[in-house]
């Protein structure tokens, strides 16, 4: 079974730029979430959705990040325009449970992004 | 606002020996405590997951532990080899806004032959 995959794996693009990462998570697994973690500092909450719809962004940081997740399946996080603060790793994971569930949560290998 | 500490931030150590990691939260409303690994350039992989309601998990040579009333929590590794070398991190699910978790910053483990 395929885990949760992301792309690109590396990027590396100027201050102002657009960079739109993907995430496919693990087939049938409804929940699906955005983590980053910044040089020095421990990952963070970005967003979560169940499906198509946004259950919770209030880790996004601002206007320039915005997530879509198309039909359920996949999800995109577009950043526009980059700035040298959005360097970092940005994780994908995904799960089955609903809320009442401790299910384990599946990572990506990230997208590691550096605005220069 | 809660909170995840890990103690140490690293650690090294020869081959065979035991090893504690520590993990501390500050609010003890949680749904879960889970512990994973991260290899340099790689993804998370999940070690262990404790429901609030145990108070330990084992596999294999890891065991973990959970004190959700003084919000501590250990990941015993026992004989160490070096292929456990990796980043540990602990993560926890509040209660409350129980989708997000919470990590700490992490012990990056070095085990020697």
């Known amino acids: 079974e395929a885990g949760v995959t992301q792309f690109p794996s590396h990027s590396v693009i100027e201050k102002g730029q657009t960079v739109t990462l993907r995430c496919d998570p693990i087939s049938g697994h409804d929940n699906l979430y955005w983590y980053r973690r910044v040089m020095g500092k421990e990952i963070k909450f970005l967003l979560h959705?169940?499906?198509?719809?946004?259950?919770?962004e209030s880790g996004m940081p601002n206007n320039r990040f915005l997530a879509e997740r198309t039909g359920g399946t996949y999800s995109t996080l577009k950043v526009q325009p980059a700035e040298l603060e959005d360097s970092g790793v940005y994780f994908c994971?995904?799960?089955?449970?609903?809320?009442?569930?401790?299910?384990?949560?599946?990572f990506g290998e990230g997208s590691w992004l550096t605005v220069v | 606002k809660q909170e995840v500490t890990q103690i140490p931030a690293a650690l090294s150590v020869p081959e065979g020996e035991n090893l504690v990691l520590n993990c501390s939260f500050t609010?003890?409303?949680?749904?879960?405590l889970q512990w994973f690994r991260q290899d340099p350039g790689k993804g998370l992989t999940s070690l262990l997951l404790?429901?609030?309601?145990?108070r330990e998990q084992t596999s294999g040579r890891l065991n973990a532990s959970l004190d959700k009333s003084s919000g501590r929590s250990t990941l015993y590794i026992a004989a160490s080899q070096p292929g456990d070398s990796a980043t540990y991190l602990c993560?926890?699910?509040?209660?409350?806004?129980?989708?997000?978790?919470?990590f700490g910053t992490g012990t990056r483990l070095l085990v020697s032959p």
């Open positions: 959705f169940v499906k198509e719809s946004k259950q919770d």
């Open positions: 993560a926890v699910r509040p209660s409350t806004g129980f989708q997000k978790l919470v």
């Open positions: 994971a995904s799960s089955q449970d609903g809320w009442f569930s401790g299910n384990t949560i599946y």
């Open positions: 404790i429901q609030s309601s145990q």
């Open positions: 609010d003890s409303a949680i749904y879960n």
